[in-house]
């Protein structure tokens, strides 16, 4: 007979009626503690604010310094830059002046030609950058005509850099522009320094030609004046005066030896310096004087003595 069933039953309870209903033993019930489930932990909410801006801020360039200043300021006071009054035909004329920039206009696929003074000698050139221009030089003429030329050009444009020239004569410093097409044909240089120092020997050697004395006839001139003390070779051949000046004649190497001071000696023996001018081999005393003497030397000094001695006693002299 099969009990009633009142109430519904488990899992766990139909097996034990299972084992009962058969004759087998059932084992008590195994009781499985269960895992309390964690509470969860309230997130708290995100407070809204004001969202912030990420600004970069750019570093200042450093300002440059005093020295930088006044460098950049005596470099642009020195450039030359090319003005069409200087031009003749395509070949632009520059003063030469030491010290100066000259500016200089290239082109690509354009020389640009730089022509020193005739019988210059190059030494060397020098330039900042030269993987993006071209620098070479030649020569043209023979002889006292032979002038060297130094070429440039850029391999394109935009480029800037400098060039440092130098002669047996002087240095010459130039700043390379390179444009889209604009390119200075040729240019040279002017040398007023060099015409001043040719104006100066033409003058000297017209000086030396001249006579030392104008206006005056040999019966003016008075010749009596001893010439006494050491003989170095530029010992005066004689000495004369016109009445109003002395003259003393040296010989001809004392235009490329060392000229001898001349000094005034007073009756106490006491000796100072005179105003004079070397004219020729003349010295050109503007005063009549008693007695004079030429020194030169430092550890051995010699002296030469000139004394201007009574006509009367030359005349005996003579004879």
């Known amino acids: ?25 059932v084992p008590a019930p195994v009781t499985v503690p269960s895992r309390p489930v964690p509470a969860a932990t309230p997130t708290p909410a995100a407070v809204p604010g004001p969202a912030k801006a990420i600004v970069h801020r750019k570093r200042r360039p450093h300002p440059p310094s005093r020295a930088e200043v006044g460098v950049a300021a005596a470099n642009r006071a020195a450039t030359r830059e090319p003005v069409v009054a200087g031009f003749i035909n395509a070949v ?55 002038r060297t030329h130094v070429l440039v050009k850029p391999f394109s444009a935009g480029l800037a850099t400098n060039v440092v020239i130098t002669t047996d004569r002087r240095s010459y410093h130039l700043a390379l522009t390179s444009t889209a097409g604009t390119a200075m044909v040729a240019l040279s240089w002017t040398y007023p320094q060099d015409a001043l120092l040719a104006l100066k020997r033409v003058v000297d050697e017209r000086q030396a030609a001249a006579p030392v004395a104008t206006g005056i006839t040999p019966e003016q001139l008075h010749f009596n004046y001893a010439i006494t003390g050491d003989r170095p070779a530029w010992r005066p051949l004689r000495a004369f005066d016109d009445g109003r000046q002395t003259y003393v004649e040296f010989p001809a190497s004392i235009a490329v030896g060392e000229a ?23 010295y050109v005393v503007d005063r009549i004087f008693d007695a004079a003497e030429l020194r030169l030397g430092l550890t051995h000094q010699d002296v030469v003595r ?14």
């Open 92 to 146: 632009q004329i520059y003063p030469f002046a030491e010290g100066s920039l000259y500016q200089v206009y290239a082109a690509p696929e354009r020389v640009t030609d730089i022509a020193l003074q005739a019988g210059e000698g190059l030494i060397s050139v020098a330039a900042g950058d030269t993987a993006r221009w071209v620098i070479g030089d030649t020569t043209s003429g023979n002889g006292a005509d032979k």
């Open 306 to 319: 000139i004394t201007r001695i009574e006509e009367a006693q030359a005349k005996r002299r003579k004879s």
């Open 1 to 25: 007979m099969i009990p009633r069933i009142l109430a519904p039953l488990s899992a766990v309870s139909l097996l034990a009626l299972g084992a009962v209903a058969f004759g087998q033993t």
């Open 260 to 282: 001898p001071p001349l000094f005034l000696v007073d009756r106490k023996g006491d000796a100072q310096l005179v105003n004079y001018r070397l004219q020729g081999r003349f």
